[in-house]
């Protein structure tokens, strides 16, 4: 009830009606007609309440309550994008005894001795061109090879290929050649190969013909093979063997052999590389120009070198004159000095000293010694620039080497 209607402070535990009478309302009625009659409220919306339905909600799951778990609709299986593999590179079809020269797979080649690995890597840039791997672990040796047909006695051929080392400023010198394996023993000369110096800047193609000798004990296999003499590892592509026409006698010519050979730098490194370093062209201010440093020096006896197969003479004097630096710093004090390295065609080398000049840092030494090249032919021949202290850059330009 409602006691302040009737001016009292206790409740009645009684809902409000006019209709009852009860000692607790003072022997009076308990409500007020339409003021307080609560039972008559309460009857009116007895209809309505039991009319009440309650409202289902779906059921979830709560993490403290977990309840009856609900399934995940499915989806469907989703493939990942697949990379397009691309086309082979147009390139013209070789031609000759290697079965597998353009190394579409490995079939056919192996490592002889089973010390390298052998793999394909993909050399192209916008189309597929596979190369072979020859890995060498440790430095170690290993012959990466193929069998081919036996060769005529007599017959002239070329072999060829491009190859390339593994890595970075690295090089080393590898042999393309023929190869005879019989009585578990494997022989090639230089008469039907060819041995040449190659870095892993690019690919260097190595090419020689030859007119085939067979070996005096009859081989039980012929192979092309390429032997890393180093150690390095190397990559190799596009090898390819032919016969070739006898060619016509022709009246022999002396070669056209310049006579003076000069470097400055300003026009780039001109062949110029790294011997146990990297090379790089730099400005070092004043009235030098560009000149070329040789930095990252691995061992003392570092520097930079050219080759020279084809452009000097042997039976001639020669003069190398260059300048030369060690270091930046006036406190470096260094050695300079040059060799001409010379290899005859029987594989046979030599170095001849090109004389020594004392550096000291931040200003530049003339490094300057006359030498005579013994008569001959020579297949390689290798101009070299070296010094001391090998924590430190060294710096040359204006470099000549004229015939006297």
């Not at 110029?272 to 120009?289: D, I, Q």
């Not at 560009?290 to 003069?319: C, D, H, M, N, W």
């Amino acid at each position: 009830g409602y006691p302040h209607v009737f001016n009292a402070r206790v409740q009645a535990p009684l809902f409000s009606s006019p209709r009852v009478v009860d000692s607790t309302c003072a022997n009076q009625a308990c409500g007020q007609e339409n003021h307080a009659d609560a039972a008559r409220a309460l009857n009116a919306m007895a209809a309505q309440i039991a009319a009440l339905r309650a409202t289902k909600v779906p059921e979830t799951q709560n993490p403290t309550n977990p309840g009856t778990p609900t399934t995940p609709p499915t989806t469907p299986p989703t493939t990942p994008p697949t990379t397009p593999t691309p086309a082979w590179c147009n390139k013209p079809a070789l031609k000759g005894l290697v079965a597998n020269g353009e190394f579409r797979t490995e079939e056919g080649w192996q490592a002889l001795l089973g010390y390298a690995t052998t793999s394909l890597v993909n050399v192209g840039k916008t189309c597929r061109d596979n190369a072979m791997l020859l890995e060498l672990p440790n430095g170690g040796s290993d012959i990466l090879a193929t069998p081919v047909t036996a060769l005529r006695e007599g017959a002239r051929y070329r072999l060829r290929a491009k190859v390339m080392l593994k890595g970075a400023n690295a090089r080393g010198n590898l042999y393309l050649g023929i190869l005879h394996e019989a009585n578990d023993r494997i022989s090639y000369s230089s008469a039907s190969g060819v041995t040449q110096s190659v870095t892993s800047s690019e690919f260097t193609t190595l090419e020689r013909t030859f007119t085939y000798t067979r070996a005096q004990t009859p081989p039980r296999t012929t192979y092309v093979g390429l032997i890393s003499r180093d150690g390095l590892s190397v990559l190799v592509d596009e090898v390819e063997l032919t016969e070739v026409t006898e060619p016509k006698p022709t009246t022999p010519t002396t070669p056209t052999v310049p006579s003076t050979l000069a470097w400055n730098f300003e026009n780039g490194a001109a062949g110029w590389a790294g011997f146990h370093g990297t090379t790089r062209l730099v400005t070092l201010g004043g009235n030098t120009g560009t000149s070329l440093e040789s930095y990252a020096r691995l061992y003392e006896g570092s520097g930079a070198s050219i080759p020279l197969q084809g452009k000097v003479q042997g039976g001639f004097g020669y003069r190398l004159a260059a300048d030369v630096m060690i270091g930046r710093n006036a406190a470096i004090k260094g050695l300079t000095y040059g060799y001409l390295y010379l290899e005859d065609t029987s594989g046979q080398g030599r170095y001849l000293p090109l004389g020594m000049s004392g550096t000291v840092g931040g200003a530049w030494s003339r490094l300057q010694q006359d030498v005579q090249i013994p008569a001959g032919t020579y297949r390689r021949v290798e101009l070299l620039v070296l010094g001391t202290r090998k924590d430190q850059s060294l710096y040359l330009d204006n470099v000549s080497f004229n015939r006297l």
